[in-house]
C-alpha cells in the first residue's frame, strides 16, 4: 500500500509543478514531510546532494524519497509516477494540441500560477531559513534556539555574494556557492 | 541543460531544428511537470512518436535514478560522521542562498503585473501563517495553486467580455 501512496503522492507532485525544480519544494515539503517519509533536515540536505549530482532535482528527489520509504520498488514507483504526468500531458500536446499552449484562457492561467509558484517558494526559503538559523529542533512552534554560527556564515556568504558580483558582474554558480559553504561549514561547525 | 539539450538534438543528431527546439523548451516551461522530463518527452514523440516520448523520458531519468540511489543508501551512515555533519550544516546555508536567489531571479523573469504582485503577497503571507500555526495541512500549496490558476481563467473571460462591449 505504501508503494501505491508513493506514486500517487509523486503523481500529484509531478501534476501541479509549473516552471522547474525548485517550484516542486513547497509541496514536496506539504507531501512528503509532514507524512514523515523524510524529515526536514533531510530533505534540506537532499536538495544540496541533488545540486551537486547531475540529472533533473524531481527525479532526485523522487528516487531518494523513494529509496528511504519503500526500497528500490519505491524508488521506481515514485520516480515513474513523477514523470508521468509529463509524459502524458507532452504527448497530447505534441500529438494533437500544439496550439493549445497559444490559448488565451492557458495564457491567462500560466500568468497568475506563476506569482503564486514564486510565493511558495519564498515562504519555503524563509521558514527553512528560521529552522536552520532559529528553530534548532525543527518546528517553529517550539523555543526559539538561535544557532550563531549558522547566522555568520549565511551573512558573510550574503557579503560574498554581492562583492562577487559587483567585481565580477555575474552571479556566483549554485555549485560555487554549495562548495563554499560546505567548506566553511567543515571549518566553523566541526 | 538547455545549451546541452541544443548541442545533442539539434548539432550532434540533427533531429529537430534550431528553431523548433526553442519552441519545445518554451512548451516544455509552461506545461505542468519537470522541464526537463517535458523536453525529453517533447523530442523523444518529434523523433520517434510515443516509444520515442517514453524511451526518451526513461533514458533522461536512468542516470540520475542510478546515481542517487547508491548515495542514498550512504547518505544515513554518512551523516553521523562528524565530518558529514558539520558539511551538511554549511550546505544548509549554501541551500537557503540558492531558494533566495532563485526567487529574485524568478521575479525579475516573470513581467509580473500589480494584481500578479498583490496574489504572490497573498500567497507569502498565507503560507508562512500556515507554518507558524499547529496545523498541519498537506494540500496548501496544491490548492494556492489551483486558486491561481483559477484567477487566471476568470480575468481572461472577463477582459473578453470587455472586449465584445
Known amino acids: 500500500m ?21 517550484a516542486m519544494i513547497p509541496m514536496i515539503q506539504e507531501q512528503v514531510v509532514n507524512k514523515g517519509w523524510i524529515s526536514e533536515t533531510a530533505l534540506t540536505d537532499f536538495i544540496a546532494i541533488s545540486e551537486a549530482t547531475p540529472g533533473p532535482f524531481a527525479i532526485n528527489i523522487a528516487t531518494f524519497v523513494g529509496n528511504s520509504v519503500g526500497n528500490v520498488g519505491g524508488a521506481l514507483l515514485a520516480t515513474l509516477g513523477v514523470i508521468l504526468p509529463s509524459l502524458i500531458i507532452i504527448i497530447i ?8 499552449i497559444k490559448n ?3 495564457q491567462g492561467a500560466l500568468k497568475y500560477v506563476k506569482p503564486v509558484v514564486l510565493g511558495l517558494i519564498l515562504s519555503t526559503a524563509i521558514t527553512i531559513c528560521l529552522k536552520v538559523t532559529m528553530f534548532q529542533n525543527g518546528s517553529l512552534q517550539s523555543s526559539i534556539n538561535i544557532d550563531k554560527k549558522s547566522i555568520i556564515l549565511l551573512v558573510m ?34 | 541543460m538547455i545549451p546541452l539539450i541544443q548541442d545533442e538534438i539539434c548539432n550532434k543528431h540533427k533531429w529537430i531544428s534550431e528553431e523548433e527546439i526553442l519552441d519545445i523548451i518554451a512548451i516544455s516551461e509552461t506545461t505542468p511537470g519537470p522541464i526537463a522530463v517535458n523536453a525529453a518527452t517533447f523530442v523523444g514523440y ?14 533522461l531519468a536512468i542516470p540520475s535514478f542510478v546515481i542517487i540511489f547508491v548515495i542514498s543508501f550512504f547518505y544515513k551512515d554518512f551523516i553521523k560522521i562528524k565530518f ?12 537557503i542562498l540558492l ?28 503560507s508562512i501563517v500556515f507554518s507558524f500555526i499547529n ?12 486558486a491561481g490558476i483559477f484567477t487566471g481563467l476568470l480575468i481572461t473571460a472577463l477582459s473578453k467580455r470587455r472586449e465584445n462591449k
Do not use: H, W
Request: proline fraction near 1%; glycine fraction near 12%.
Open chain 1, 104 to 106: 488565451r484562457f492557458v
Open chain 2, 46 to 59: 518529434r523523433v520517434a512518436g510515443v516509444l520515442g516520448a517514453i524511451f526518451a523520458t526513461i533514458g
Open chain 2, 135 to 146: 496545523i498541519t495541512f498537506n494540500y496548501l500549496s496544491l490548492g494556492l495553486i489551483l
Open chain 2, 99 to 126: 531558494l533566495f536567489s532563485a526567487v529574485i531571479r524568478l521575479f525579475k523573469s516573470f513581467k509580473i503585473n500589480l494584481l500578479g504582485i498583490i496574489i504572490f503577497a497573498i500567497v507569502l503571507v498565507v
Open chain 1, 157 to 190: 556568504m550574503i557579503g560574498f555574494m554581492l562583492i562577487y558580483k559587483q567585481v565580477k558582474k555575474k552571479s556566483l554558480s549554485p555549485l560555487k556557492i554549495l562548495g563554499i559553504c560546505g567548506l566553511l561549514g567543515i571549518i566553523i561547525f566541526i
Open chain 2, 84 to 95: 558529514f555533519d558539520a558539511l551538511f550544516k554549511g550546505l544548509k546555508i549554501g541551500v
Open chain 1, 2 to 22: 505504501i508503494l501505491f501512496e508513493l506514486f500517487y503522492t509523486f503523481f500529484l507532485i509531478g501534476l501541479f509543478t509549473f516552471g522547474g525544480g525548485y
Open chain 1, 93 to 100: 500536446i505534441a500529438a494533437i494540441l500544439k496550439r493549445f
